[in-house]
């Protein structure tokens, strides 16, 4: 397994180097001036020895190529510089706003998981009314936008009923409209998967055998079916869990989570570039990592594959 670990590893170095240039390249030549702009936010009157002076601090005034090699080189120690902005080192602004954003993923994950899993199992033993009931409800939730169930959810639980409060501060409380946001479209799609996945595994011989056995259809379905298709699922929950960390700016702006979303917001429209690096580094790393975590655990509830790495 750990060689395994290690050659996915190497072979995944050409794709995070090709992301890095990529994430370099697009906020680098990307129009504007950001000391421009900031210097004029802060009623500075810019003159061309102040610009020349901010460029050379940041490193701005060398040619494309040198900058990008000497960014990569303090990439891989995670050192990205001090945001334009605030005067601030990146690595404390994302400090500060990573935590909130992993507790609305993990939040936002559990609940997709939960709603996914209620929705297939439901849809394999329901009726057929009924299971055409649950395709509806799952293509209107994967079909609605997430800004909009946002805004369905505020009019509902805040507008109208008063269970909850749009601003809030951080607290637990305040996540939870947020996470049912991005739980619900993602448990829509997810519960899709895992219907299929179960009526698929339900033709298959030891399950017709544990049927002619009389065994109950709860005892089907967690002795023999969950462990012949957790290790897709794996996959499809990891892919899940990296676009719930990487797609929740929208969701973030619209309640006002402290969250990466807000600072990537910020950073945008301050043209601050050392945080928009780290932030699309920060995000591929992400989809990398989980993407990783699920092929491992898609080999270990895999026999013939764990084999086959070990074998290797």
Known sequence: MLR???????????TLLGMSFVAFAIVSLAPGDPVMQELRAMGVVPRPEDIAAIKAEYGLDKPF?????DWLGRALRFEFGESIATGRSVMDEIGIHLPSTLALAVSSFIGAVTISLGLGVAAISAGRWTRAGLRGLTIALVSVPSFWLALLLIYAF?????WMRLVGNGSAPDLILPALTLSLGAGASLGRVVYE??????????????IAKGLSPASILVGHIAPRIIGPLATAWANTFGALLGGAVIVESIFGWPGLGQLILQAIAQRDLPVIQAYLVFMGLGFFITSLLADIIVILFDPQLRREVNHE
């Open 4 to 14: 395994y670990i290690l050659i996915r590893l190497a072979t995944a170095l050409p």
């Open 65 to 69: 190529f040198p900058r990008y090699f």
């Open 158 to 162: 805040v507008l109208q009923l008063g």
């Open 197 to 210: 996945r179960i009526r698929s595994e339900m033709c298959e011989d030891h399950v017709r055998l544990a």
